[in-house]
């Protein structure tokens, strides 16, 4: 991507962003070779550019939600870099996670206290404690082959280092998670970019993005680069407690996507569900 279109997507002016945004994506696709994937992609192109006409509302930074935090490597009881996004989602044991199942990838929660989460993290304030992942959970399909569209993991927490007790929703909050989605529908995207400290926010839509096939689910907003993945898609925000319904967490297709502007998600199918259902099963045995 040159310097220059990389300035024109910062850029407010929207005709800018639906222009650029909307050329990024139809140089991706039309790579495509057979009649039907052209045709596919050109929908795909079409729903981008009615998206982005829409203007999307973005905040950059923004206030942290606390149920949306940052994932933090941690080596001998120091502290590495965050470098990818979760959210506490509802439970009852109230200790589960979700974020994309690529972000797990090389990553070991051996020894324990080795990957841990921050809820609420900015300005390199962890008002809402660290707290060590203790368990993940990922689909048969994507263990055995990464298929992007079941980009998605669940974590369990069980402990915070030196901060609140209880569980993780008492201390942050959690968002409900929903299936089958209809689309297109209003969204707010969060995510924590490697190079900040604190999150980026977006009120956008989602769409689908391959409308034959509900596999994969798309969203337009510039700003979203490497660390967002597995930020939520949230649909009925609250605006007092900055909570929603989780409908997507970036990854998917590209795992999120290759340009900062156009970020992708598994559709959260039965499959995803059957993966929730086991996750609570596994957090309900689980010592507190």
């Not at 206030?63 to 996004?85: N, Y």
């Not at 034959?212 to 925000?237: K, N």
Request: hydrophobic share 40%.
């Amino acid at each position: 991507m040159s310097r220059e279109l990389k300035r024109l997507l910062w850029r407010g002016a929207g005709a800018t962003l639906v222009t650029a945004t909307t050329l990024i994506v139809a140089t991706a696709l039309g790579l495509t070779k057979s009649p039907a994937q052209q045709q596919t992609a050109d929908r795909s192109v079409r729903a981008v550019g009615r998206v982005a006409a829409a203007l999307p509302d973005v905040r950059h930074p923004v206030a942290s939600a606390d149920p949306v935090g940052a994932l933090f490597t941690r080596r001998r009881g120091h502290l590495g870099t965050h470098f990818c996004t979760a959210s506490v989602v509802s439970s009852p044991a109230g200790r589960l996670l979700i974020t994309a199942a690529h972000c797990l990838s090389g990553v070991s929660l051996s020894p324990a206290g080795s990957l841990v989460f921050a809820p609420g993290y900015a300005g390199g304030r962890f008002g809402r404690g660290l707290w060590e992942v203790t368990g993940k959970f990922v689909d048969p399909r994507w263990a055995a082959d990464h298929d992007p569209n079941d980009d998605v993991a669940f974590l369990e927490v069980t402990r915070s280092i030196g901060g609140p007790a209880g569980s993780v929703q008492h201390a942050a909050g959690a968002e409900r998670i929903k299936f089958g989605t209809p689309l297109p529908v209003p969204i707010k995207a969060i995510g924590y970019p490697d190079a900040g400290d604190g999150p980026v926010a977006c009120s956008t839509h989602a769409v689908a993005f391959r409308p034959s096939s509900l596999d994969q689910v798309m969203f337009v907003c510039p700003g979203f680069t490497d660390g967002t993945s597995g930020g939520p898609m949230l649909t009925g925000v609250r605006t007092a407690a900055g909570t929603g319904a989780v409908i997507g967490v970036i990854g998917g297709y590209q795992q999120g996507g290759d340009s900062p502007s156009v970020s992708y998600s598994s559709a959260f199918t039965a499959a995803i569900r059957s993966l929730y259902t086991r996750a609570i099963r596994a957090s309900r045995r689980s010592p507190a």
